[in-house]
């Protein structure tokens, strides 16, 4: 059963950067997607960035020019580079891998940005 850890997280002030990891226990070449996703508090879970199997990446509105999802096959590993980061990036951030018939949650990594 695959797992997936969040590491990365942490505080950071208004207009920094920050980079996630996800770290796979199995192989993420046959996942469909690997996502990012956030939950801010009273707040439904949002989705951030996908990465394709074809390599292919989608990002909602309020990150694109500022997150860049990223993928090691190799290490089984997803990558989410944030800058410029706002406030309202504050969230617990989850890593999720889509094989199709079932998918994946991380537990999440909490990202919280001072103005």
């Known amino acids: 059963q695959v797992q997936l850890v969040e590491s990365g997280g942490g505080l950071v002030q208004a207009g920094g950067s920050l980079r996630l990891s996800c770290a796979a226990s199995?192989?993420?070449?046959?996942?469909?997607?690997m996502g990012w996703y956030r939950q801010a508090p009273g707040k439904q879970r949002e989705l951030v960035a996908l990465?394709?199997?074809?390599?292919?990446?989608n990002y909602t509105d309020d990150v694109k020019g500022r997150f860049t999802i990223s993928r090691d096959v190799a290490k089984n590993t997803v990558y989410l580079q944030m800058n410029t980061l706002k406030p309202e990036d504050t969230a617990v951030y989850y890593c999720n891998a889509d094989y199709g018939l079932f998918d994946r949650w991380g537990r999440g990594t909490q990202v919280t940005v001072s103005s």
């Open positions: 199995g192989s993420i070449a046959f996942a469909i997607h």
């Open positions: 990465i394709a199997r074809s390599g292919s990446t």
